[in-house]
């Protein structure tokens, strides 16, 4: 048959099964004792596993450290035959396979396999075994990533295979590999083989494992058809192994070579090497263990909780986690070695003393720095953990003598002390104390590799949280600045908001509301949700937000303003998608003028009986589809009208009609209330508490109080320069009217020089002026011309030019705005306090 380089990828004959040759095929006859010998990148044996001491007879000690080449299969002569052979030298058997050199040479970056007859001297003699002289079977694994292991092997004894079954033809077996998916065994290759390699990380070990399952599982073939998987069979043959020796050096089968005197010598190491197996397990299933109760949650606060009690009581009596200022303030990630200024949150504390007694003198949420002397120091700065067998009573007077008046000392003298560094990226976020009572054994170096473990482990899901916290801050951040802070007042109308950040999807979306002050005492009120969740998400938000604010103040019509901002958003990308609803008040026409591009309609409630509507709209398609046409509505209002406008994510949930959310909208938005805020909470109460919610939210209401007719006055003037007299004369006279003869003076100056610069620039003889008393006292001068003015400076000699500056000086506010017949130039003057 072929080399046993060649990977198998089909089982004809599963396991348990008898082939038409006659071999049988039992599950028991691929159950052998597995030994795993890894080798580094400069050739030497870097880990050596009991097993392997087994088939090769080499104690670990003698085996670590030393050249490859010196024990396992490679091209040699036998020793017999050349005294001065390396040990474990072998001559090749049947022709299976390529001798292991290639493999350890790197020559190879496939799998290799192959069959070998080794002399070992001093080997002990099982009861299958031929002397000295093992038949191995070996599949080389050649290993990549970061860590010190260049190849991984896997050895077995051929001869074992007789000993469990002798209707194995074991002459005819040859090493080769196949899918690990044909296999059920790979399951628990997969879950045991990190458990003898404690040399290791639970990390390199599954990084291993994954690696040994890719390139191929190894296979024991009988036939061309016929394969039986390698079981591994795990440290139980030692109790057996035993017993057999203590037979075998009592009875009949004793061998006379070796005194009574080696087989209790072998016991006395199986035995201690059956309490490091059990320790070794042990720990990994306690780190295994903790690594399934933390990480449940990206909330720092929780995971922090979450890493102090996964080792109270078990493998410590208190733990105390302590994180950098940086990591608990939720910023980005900490920059330089810590050192004695840098402040550490105490965030967490668990124990096992009495409650409260800890509580006053180590409290949760104190920030202190620790100085150089301490084991906290030496931690922090080495990325390393720290040791302390015993804490003694100076050690404990160091320690206390940070926490200022507060006698520590008796909580922690006596203690045994283990300090393990929180690290991510190889960046000390936090470290941990842990802390054993004096009764209990003491912390260990197997308890230091087992909490430098666990402490890595904490570190990347606090890191996580930590990153999550960071970044959800920053999208809040992002969202906060791009919502406007809208005033509660504008002409003619009430107005109030509401803003609900998403739960499951994130807490950052696209949805977004407005409001823009319009000529002729008119209000722009605006709706939109981008599709989708997220930074991206939000920085659109931010565009179209920006854009549907500058051109309607351009006073563009509504189906107009959203054909333009459909435009934009094709040239944005492809991928820009939102749906918007766009209206304009007219509190001295009571009219609503309102387009729709996808949105869900608003909700009209009516002042005269309390009822509430959808409006019907032509609900359009949403921003950034391109080709269809966006149409406007006009609506009549009355005084105290109500308009409600949100997004779908406060009415739609997952597995519910969206029209009970509406109807529930309708409902709550009728609900009578004391304040506009009262009324956006009855709605907010009414919809949110449904449950399943997961998109944001964005909630705009709008009461429509009007204009009424005694607070407007309009004059209509001519392009004769003598009309500016009239105009200041005409203010003068209408603010002594209304009571505000405070503001006669400045009101009249401004309003003199708007008409002034209209009859200069009109084209026709229409020019009209309005005051309006509301909230702020408005003028407005419109004529038609639809050049806007420009602020100017004026020199000492210059004729014109100084008009602009005299409003900009004196107004509250001044602005000039496009309309369909030119422009409208307009300021405002702060009423006087009655």
């Known amino acids: 048959m072929e080399s046993g380089t060649s990977r198998g990828t089909e089982v004809d004959t599963p396991p348990g099964r008898t082939a038409a040759n006659g071999v049988a095929e039992h599950a028991d006859a691929g159950r052998v004792p597995l030994a795993v010998v890894a080798v580094d990148r400069d050739g030497l044996v ?66 290799a396999a192959g069959r070998a007859r080794l002399s070992v001297p001093g080997r002990e003699r099982a009861a299958h075994d031929g002397g000295d002289r093992v038949d191995v079977l070996w599949w080389a694994y050649p290993l990549v990533g970061p860590g010190r292991e260049r190849l991984l092997v896997l050895a077995a004894d051929a001869g074992a295979l007789r000993h469990a079954d002798d209707r194995v033809a074991v002459e005819r077996i040859a090493p080769a590999f196949a899918l690990h998916t044909d296999f059920p065994g790979a399951e628990e290759l997969a879950r045991r083989l990190p458990e003898i390699l404690p040399s290791m990380s639970v990390d390199e070990g599954a990084r291993i494992v994954a690696q040994i399952l890719e390139l191929g599982y190894p296979v024991m073939e009988f036939s061309q058809n016929d394969r039986v998987p390698v079981t591994p069979d795990w440290g139980v043959p030692r109790r057996a192994g035993r017993r057999a020796r203590r037979e075998r050096a009592t009875g009949s089968g004793a061998d006379p070579a070796l005194p009574r005197d080696a087989y209790d010598a072998q016991d006395a190491l199986d035995e201690r090497e059956d309490l490091e197996y059990v320790a070794v397990r042990e720990r990994l299933e306690f780190l295994n263990e903790v690594s399934g109760r933390i990480g449940t949650s990206l909330d720092l606060s929780r995971t922090v909780l979450e890493v102090s009690r996964a080792v109270v009581p078990r493998f410590t009596d208190v733990a105390g986690t302590y994180l950098r200022e940086q990591v608990v303030a939720g910023e980005g990630f900490p920059d330089g070695v810590p050192d004695t200024t840098t402040l550490w949150h105490r965030v967490a504390l668990e124990h096992t003393d009495e409650p409260g007694r800890w509580d006053d003198v180590v409290p949760v949420g104190e920030a202190m720095p620790f100085p150089a002397h301490t084991p906290f120091f030496q931690c922090m700065t080495t990325g390393e953990p720290v040791l302390v067998p015993r804490i003694s009573e100076q050690l404990g007077h160091m320690i206390a003598a940070q926490f200022e008046k507060r006698d520590i000392r008796p909580l922690i003298t006596g203690r045994s002390m283990l300090v393990v560094p929180l690290k991510a990226r190889n960046v000390v976020l936090g470290f941990m104390v842990l802390l054993r009572h004096p009764e209990r054994v003491e912390f260990n170096d197997m308890d230091r590799v087992t909490g430098a473990e666990l402490a890595a482990r904490a570190g990347l899901v606090l890191d996580n949280a930590r990153m999550y916290t960071y970044q959800e801050s920053v999208a809040e951040t992002l969202q906060d600045s791009m919502l406007p802070q809208i005033a509660p007042r504008m002409a003619g109308c009430d107005i109030a908001t509401r803003y609900l950040p998403g739960t499951l999807l994130g807490r950052v979306g696209g949805d977004w509301f407005d409001s823009v002050k319009l000529p002729g005492s008119r209000t722009a009120l605006v709706v939109g949700d981008v599709m989708g969740h997220g930074l991206n998400s939000a920085a659109m938000m931010g565009q179209l937000r920006t854009a549907v604010q500058t051109m309607a103040a351009l006073d563009l019509p509504p189906a107009q303003l959203l054909r333009n901002l459909d435009d934009l958003a094709q040239r944005l990308g492809e991928h820009y998608l939102a749906t918007c609803v766009y209206a304009i008040y007219d509190p001295l026409a009571g009219e609503l003028q309102i387009a729709n591009a996808g949105h869900i309609p608003p909700v009209l409630v009516r002042a005269a009986d309390g009822h509430s509507d959808l409006l019907d709209l032509p609900t359009g398609a949403p921003i950034g589809v391109g080709g269809v046409p966006f149409e406007a509505v006009r609506v009549a209002v009355a005084p105290g009208d109500r308009l409600v406008m949100c997004t779908d994510g406060l009415v739609e949930v997952r597995g519910e009609d969206i029209g009970v959310g509406l109807a529930t909208l309708c409902e709550s938005a009728a609900h009578p209330a004391a304040s506009m805020d009262d009324a956006c909470d009855t709605i907010i109460r009414a919809l949110n508490t449904r449950g399943g919610r997961k998109d944001d939210v964005a909630l705009l209401m709008a009461r429509l109080n009007g204009i009424e007719p005694e607070d407007v006055a309009e004059w209509r003037l001519t392009s004769d320069p003598a009309e500016a007299r009239r105009a200041r004369a005409v203010v003068r006279e209408q603010l002594h009217e209304w009571g505000l003869r405070r503001l006669a003076d400045p009101a009249e100056l401004m309003a003199g020089e708007l008409v002034a610069n209209a009859v200069r620039h009109a084209r026709s003889r229409r020019i009209a002026l309005r005051l309006v008393r509301g909230d702020t006292l408005l003028c407005e001068v419109a004529d038609d011309d639809h050049t806007l003015p420009t602020l100017l400076s004026a020199g000492p000699g210059d004729e014109y030019g100084r008009g602009l500056r005299v409003v900009s000086t004196l107004a509250r506010e001044w602005g000039t705005s496009r309309t369909s017949g030119g422009k409208t130039v307009w300021f405002e003057l702060t009423l006087p306090r009655r």
């Open 46 to 111: 870097s880990h050596w596993s009991t097993g392997a001491r087994r088939l090769f007879g080499v104690p670990k000690e003698d085996a670590v450290g030393r050249p490859a080449v010196d024990l396992l299969p490679v091209s040699g002569v036998l020793p017999e035959e050349d005294e001065t052979a390396p040990f474990g030298a072998y001559a090749a058997y049947d022709g299976f396979g390529p001798g292991l050199e290639s493999s350890l040479d790197g020559r190879h970056s496939y799998p």
